[in-house]
């Protein structure tokens, strides 16, 4: 992983991420790097480039794959159940890097309301919570 990133980088001349391979990348560093083949590769860069319904559709495709992957026990092969979580990132930072949405606030906002908070399993239908 860290070497297509390094290729990803070089390709997109992006020296500042390249030096911090080392570490982790935030998801602002990777949205850099997504909005920068999207411009290179026409897949639109702004509000008024990209299709959001489109947009949203095609993350909705991406994580069907990757259930049929997981359903097919390919986890960590060509098309596996990583490459298309993997591709459904890609997409959602994609858009939110389209819109200018601070999606890494927004994770922190939800896990911070998510902290206290209270399911009530027995009023819902999730096979992993049946009591």
Known sequence: MIRQLVKIAYAYKRCDIIDRMSKSLTLQELIDLIMQQAKTKGFGTTPEEVDVPEKIALIHSEVTEAYTA??????????????????????????????????????????????????????????????
């Open 70 to 131: 997981y359903r097919h026990k390919n986890i960590d092969g060509k098309d596996g159940l990583t490459e298309e979580l993997g591709d459904v990132i890609q997409r959602v930072l994609h858009l939110c890097g389209a819109l200018n949405l601070d999606v890494e606030q927004a994770i922190l906002q939800k896990l911070e309301h998510n902290k206290d908070r209270e399911w009530r399993w027995s009023e819902l239908n999730e096979s992993s919570h049946k009591q």
